[in-house]
Nanobody
Framework: QVQLAESGGGLVQAGGSLRLSCVAS????????MGWFRQASGKERELVAA????????YYSDTAEGRFTISTDYSKNTVYLQVNSLKPEDTGVYYC????????????????WGQGTQVTVSS
C-alpha cells in the first residue's frame, strides 16, 4: 500500500510561484512513475507533469511546459512541483499520484492518489 500526502498549496497572485510537495510512504517506490494532476472546478482531472524517481522519463503538458518543474528527492521520499508564472487558469486542486506503469499515469489511471492540495491564483 502507498500513501501520498501533498502540501504547499495556497492563495497566490497571478505571476507568483508555489512549490508543491508530495511525501510518499508505505512501500518502496523506486520503480514507480510519479505524476502531478490538477482538477479545476467543473473540469476533468488532467496530468500536468510526471517523472520517474530517477528523473528520466519526464513529461509536461503543454500548459505546464516552461512554467512547471517536477523533481524528486528519493532520500526524502518526496516529489515536488515547482509552479511559476501562475495564471488564474492554473487554479484547482493539485493531486500527486503514483503507479508502476508510466502508461497508467499518462492515461490518468494511476493506482495511488493523494488527497490533493488547493491552489488558487487571483488576478
Amino acid at each position: 500500500q502507498v500513501q501520498l500526502a501533498e502540501s504547499g498549496g495556497g492563495l497566490v497572485q497571478a505571476g507568483g510561484s508555489l512549490r508543491l510537495s508530495c511525501v510518499a510512504s508505505g512501500r518502496t517506490l523506486g520503480r514507480h512513475t510519479m505524476g502531478w494532476f490538477r482538477q479545476a472546478s467543473g473540469k476533468e482531472r488532467e496530468l500536468v507533469a510526471a517523472t520517474r524517481w530517477s528523473g528520466d522519463g519526464t513529461y509536461y503538458s503543454d500548459t505546464a511546459e516552461g512554467r512547471f518543474t517536477i523533481s524528486t528527492d528519493y532520500s526524502k521520499n518526496t516529489v515536488y512541483l515547482q509552479v511559476n508564472s501562475l495564471k488564474p487558469e492554473d487554479t484547482g486542486v493539485y493531486y500527486c499520484a503514483a503507479d508502476l506503469s508510466p502508461r497508467m499515469v499518462r492515461y490518468g489511471r494511476p493506482g495511488y492518489w493523494g488527497q490533493g492540495t488547493q491552489v488558487t491564483v487571483s488576478s
